[in-house]
């Protein structure tokens, strides 16, 4: 084992090693926990505000017996915890900020490894780069899903159930007293959505990179075999130390391939392709939109889970959970087999035996819960920089379609027009919502899932074909394009559609269109006026520095990896 890199604090016999030692001491820790032992930080993300997180003192508590029992020194420390649920305006306005306290909290204290604590959607990206920006040896744990919501003596999906609840009381089916009544049925137990939404998926981006212990996904946060995996990654962690087995060694071009296709196999949200691509960004790894749909391209859904399917990720875990799926990647020649992961072996070493229980939950390869189910990458005119569709959560009949535009300039004015009954929109209407990206919103808000006006609800048409520069919920289903690069605010061509203007999709051509000539296009742009920077504080640094969707969403100044060496002394 090389030496530790907490040694530069604790090892000097002089006043800065006196210092470092003694004031760690007040705590009560005996001299010997100094003489180099591999002292492991935890970064834990847990808040009373982040409900999906608030069990993570307890799972902290069994990662540090693993490093005591590995003879390390565990050490626990808070980061910005980000609550998708309850931080407004957005938890992804703040993602880049919490990786910023990630990186700076690991990169200034003597830590020689770090276990990251992740759960709620934003907490695990924001981990993840900022660790990948330090390159320590690194190990993920997440906390787990929720149980399955029961109600009414049917499952109940967090997030999914949400939205599909919404649209029955808006059109009339569902009584408000039952609406009401399904909150505590669907939330019942600690633990991050329990449908593939973007908590979910990241947990098994976590997993299929390589980057946690195998199981990592699907254990429920409240089965205890959740502890014992902490446990496991406390001891693991250690041994990382000693191997010196660096987040770099295991992020690597071929981990993030697995990642793309094993999103595309648990119909895994739109949410995965900003955070990998910010991801590899900050590690290093050349990895752009189109890498998406090159790799996804034909591939199957092999999960049959909410929002594309029925189940719910205790039924993964049942079945197998995510070692199940990569099992089958890996037989089906489409998983880099050899990719290192987290425990020192390869991912199909990890895998190549495990088994899977319910056929139901996880299909076979050769016959998939839903065919051609990666996500889309589209461009035209609209979107000259590319823009995204979930095509496992899309209706088939949408994926080729021509329709008149009806706009909406903001978030605001959609809630103030949509329950409007003189609104001139059918269901072969295409909604478009402009200045909900990175800089327009700002943040790039989950509002691009834009609920359906009461008047085509009640006709019972489920879906129409919406466009936006936003980002919708991994919980959320539909036809609905993503992320269109330029945004709006940035001066893309979305700024430029009226309504009335015809648009048209083909998802098969990876096509969409405004069908308006170039010179008109020409005209609007010239009579278009940026959006006025805000005015302070974080706010204004985030749209001043962050990059389109396209290329991750990162700050521009934070892309990149800067290592671990501090390069002053503290005294």
């Known amino acids: 084992m090389k030496k530790l890199r907490s040694q530069e604090w604790f090892g000097p016999l002089d006043k800065n090693g006196f210092i470092h030692r003694s004031w760690m001491k007040n705590q009560g820790w005996p001299h010997d926990l100094f003489d180099g032992r591999p002292v492991i930080g935890i970064c834990n993300t847990w808040s009373e505000l982040t409900p999906c997180n608030a069990h993570f003192r307890e799972l902290a508590e069994f990662v540090k017996r693993g490093v005591w029992e590995a003879g390390g020194f565990p050490l626990e420390f808070p980061v910005m915890s980000l609550g998708e649920t309850v931080l407004r305006p957005t938890a992804m306005l703040f993602r880049n900020l919490a990786s910023m306290d990630v990186e700076e909290s690991i990169r200034g204290n003597p830590l020689d490894g770090v276990v990251l604590l992740m759960g709620c959607d934003k907490t695990t990206p924001s981990l993840l780069m900022g660790a990948a920006s330090c390159d320590l040896p690194t190990i993920g744990l997440s906390g787990g899903p929720m149980l399955s919501g029961k109600f009414r003596g049917n499952d109940l999906g967090s997030g999914t159930g949400v939205w599909q ?219 000259p920089d590319g823009a995204v569709i979930k095509l496992s959560a899309a209706s088939p009949h949408l994926l080729k379609h021509r329709g008149r535009a009806i706009v909406f300039e903001s978030i605001e004015e959609f809630h103030t027009r949509i329950n409007d009954e003189a609104l001139e929109v059918d269901e072969n209407s295409v909604m478009v919502l402009k200045n909900c990206g990175p800089r327009g919103y700002p943040g790039m808000a989950e509002v691009g899932n834009m609920p359906l006006p009461p008047k085509v609800l009640r006709k019972g048409i489920q879906d129409m074909v919406r466009i936006s520069d936003a980002r919708m919920s991994g919980t959320a289903y539909g036809t609905v394009v993503l992320h269109a690069c330029p945004e709006a605010a940035a001066g893309g061509p979305l700024a430029f559609v009226h309504s009335g203007d015809m648009i048209s999709l083909d998802v098969h051509q990876r096509h969409l269109g405004l069908e308006i000539d170039d010179s008109t296009l020409a005209a609007r742009r010239a009579k278009w006026t940026p959006p006025p920077l805000p005015e302070r504080g974080w706010e204004r640094l985030y749209v001043q520095h962050v990059q389109q969707a396209h290329q991750g969403a990162d700050l521009d100044f934070l892309v990149g990896r800067s290592g671990a060496r501090v390069t002053r002394d503290s005294h």
């Open 165 to 383: 609840m919404t649209e029955k009381i808006r059109s009339g089916e569902m009584r408000s007293e039952e609406f009401f009544e399904a909150e505590s049925c669907m939330h019942r137990s600690k633990g991050h959505c329990m449908t593939m939404g973007t908590a979910s998926t990241m947990a098994s981006m976590v997993e299929a990179l390589g980057m946690s212990l195998p199981g990592n996904a699907a254990i429920p946060a409240v089965d205890a075999r959740r502890s014992t995996l902490a446990q496991m990654t406390g001891r693991r962690i250690v041994q990382m130390v000693k191997d010196d087995l660096r987040i770099s060694q295991i992020l690597t071009r071929g981990a993030f391939d697995n990642a793309i296709r094993t999103n595309a196999a648990i119909g895994g949200s739109t949410n995965a392709v900003i955070h990998l691509i910010a991801l590899a960004g900050r590690i290093g790894v050349s990895l752009c939109l189109d890498d998406f749909d090159r790799l996804g391209d034909g591939m199957p859904c092999l999960v049959d889970i909410q929002p594309s399917g029925e189940h719910l990720m205790e039924d993964l875990f049942y079945a197998g959970g995510l070692p199940a799926v990569l099992r089958e990647l890996g037989e089906a020649g489409v998983l880099n087999r050899d990719a290192l992961t987290a425990n020192g072996r390869s991912i199909w070493d990890n895998v190549a035996d495990a088994p899977c229980w319910n056929r139901a939950v996880v299909h076979p390869f050769g016959q998939p819960f839903k065919e051609n189910a990666g996500i889309a990458v589209l461009r035209g005119n609209l979107a």
